[in-house]
């Protein structure tokens, strides 16, 4: 993305224990039998172990590998951060798996490809999945570690937090005007067109799409019953479509509104421009639901040096402003103001969260996602 939407600094940070799901992106590894894994490797849970970053260099490059899952190159600009790592590293091949994955995918295909070399070394998940997948993460904790705050990392480094949006609605504006309210979307117009990004019980971005409607129909973090109401109203008006959504159906026409992430709008925006499509989206002020997705290391990663070289390389500098560039708000950014390590020229053009951000915690986004796996379903459809 390069459409810039900064949260708040400062006292947000403080504020969220939240976390949502992932992205994806394309390429092939093997399938065969994982080679020998060091131990060493396998059980580092800090740089320390390794002696220094050039030692875990040296033992990454010996992998030659790193398996990735779930990273869409548009997605909060993953793109330019993949290449900057294969760039600074390209004794280390990047096999990029399943762009479209969601975090409960991701978690699958890890026990699928169980003791293979095709099983994800990485993950990039949210706070729903990540909390309630615990035993499937080996704790590790990257040399920027203390500046994370405290409320948005598992406290022994199974998952830590690296960035986050603002929820919102994107629709076509030129065929449908302008949309104010939910309310809008029952419009016979919108008929067949109105997407989450997802299943609510699998996506982050589906899971804060319902959890943003929610709020902009009456309910809150505790009472769920008005935002599902709210889709069932969608669903029998046939506004509502359960289309995976993809470029492609936002290309054509088949997603016409969706519910997505800022930096994620700012890109589809960016692409149907150049079409001719003029994308609009929007943020509510009294639903600001914002949250961070979270790195984790497989624990069965077949690369494991890799992995966690990746991980390091995530919480420098250089990729916190490439989130930052894409329309993110990254985890350190706090720190990298205080530090001088933030690029100005960005931030002075990124936008704020309006209003107070709808946050949950751990427990409640577990407990969300149970209720909506209990009722999505029976109420909405699979």
């Known amino acids: 993305m390069n459409s810039l939407h900064k949260l708040a600094a400062g006292s947000l940070a403080a504020l969220m224990l939240i976390t949502a799901a992932a992205c994806g992106s394309g390429g092939d590894t093997g399938s065969g039998k994982a080679t020998s894994v060091d131990s060493k490797s396998a059980s580092a849970a800090s740089l320390s172990d390794f002696g220094s970053l050039a030692d875990l260099q040296t033992a990454a490059e010996k992998e030659g590998s790193l398996n990735v899952i779930a990273l869409p190159h548009d997605w909060s600009n993953y793109g330019e951060v993949i290449a900057g790592f294969q760039k600074k590293y390209p004794k280390i091949k990047i096999n990029e798996q399943n762009p479209n994955a969601s975090s409960k995918e991701e978690i699958d295909a890890a026990k699928t490809n169980k003791g293979t070399d095709a099983a994800p070394d990485v993950f990039d998940v949210g706070l729903a999945v990540a909390s309630t997948n615990t035993n499937s993460f080996a704790p590790y904790k990257v040399q920027a570690w203390n500046s994370i705050p405290d409320t948005l990392k598992e406290s022994t480094g199974l998952y830590f937090a690296d960035y986050t949006g603002i929820m919102s609605i ?35 971005a589906a899971f804060n799409g319902f959890v943003m409607a929610n709020q902009l129909s009456g309910g809150d973090i505790k009472n769920l019953q008005p935002g599902l109401d709210f889709f069932k109203k969608l669903k029998d008006a046939g506004n509502l479509t359960q289309v995976d959504v993809t470029d492609g159906t936002i290309d054509s026409g088949q997603t ?124 909405i459809g699979n």
């Open 256 to 379: 016409g509104v969706v519910f997505d992430w800022t930096y994620n709008q700012a890109s589809y925006q960016k692409s149907l421009k150049a079409k001719g499509v003029n994308w609009q989206y929007k943020t509510f002020p009294k639903a600001q639901v914002v949250s961070y997705y979270n790195q984790a290391i497989n624990k069965d990663a077949p690369h494991p040096a890799a992995a966690r070289l990746w991980e390091e390389y995530l919480y420098t500098p250089q990729v916190q402003n490439l989130w930052l560039k894409g329309g993110s708000n990254p985890v350190l950014l706090d720190a990298m103001e205080k530090d001088g390590t933030v690029d100005k020229s960005i931030l002075a053009t990124a936008t704020k969260v309006e209003g107070d951000p709808v946050t949950y915690t751990n427990d409640d986004s577990t407990r969300i996602t149970q209720w909506l796996q209990n009722n999505w379903d029976k109420t």
């Open 170 to 204: 994107g629709w076509n504006k030129d065929k449908y005007g302008d949309i104010s309210s939910l309310k809008d979307l029952l419009d016979p117009k919108f008929a067949g067109t109105v997407a989450l990004n997802g299943k609510p019980a699998e996506a982050g």
